[in-house]
Nanobody, 125 residues
Framework: QVQLVESGGGLVQAGGSLRLSCAAS????????MGWFRQAPGKEREFVAA????????FYADSVKGRFTISRDIAKNTVYLQMNSLKPEDTALYYC??????????????????WGQGTQVTVSS
């Protein structure tokens, strides 16, 4: 089992910044990748960013490239999402996910085994 706890969400004006954190505990030695996903009301959960744990290479959805940065602290078993130039369309519940198995993709929701409870990000116009 892996437990994930997100933090850092909140209310921010358009153009502002937030930094999300996700701390993992439990069987963290199984981590292949960690990802951030988001879900707006009435919409499906969508990929935002992911990072392969051992090598640290990041992946981003086109909608956030150049604005969001994913990083990780291996010693703390924590993944971060720095969000800059926020837009109202970034408003959603943001989830952290844990992926234990190798695959060529890091953006598929179904390949993530564990999820946090989510943290709300609201961007006002």
């Amino acid at each position: 089992q892996v437990q994930l706890v997100e933090s850092g969400g909140g209310l921010v004006q358009a153009g502002g910044s937030l930094r999300l954190s996700c701390a993992a505990s439990g069987r963290t030695f199984t981590t292949y990748a960690m990802g951030w996903f988001r879900q707006a009301p009435g919409k499906e959960r969508e990929f935002v960013a992911a990072i392969r744990w051992s090598v640290g290479n990041p992946f981003y959805a086109d909608s956030v490239k150049g604005r969001f940065t994913i990083s990780r602290d291996i010693a703390k078993n924590t993944v971060y999402l720095q969000m800059n130039s926020l837009k109202p369309e970034d408003t959603a519940l943001y989830y952290c996910g844990h992926k234990a198995t190798y695959s060529s993709s890091t953006s598929l929701t179904r390949e993530y085994n564990y999820w946090g409870q989510g943290t709300q990000v609201t961007v006002s116009s």
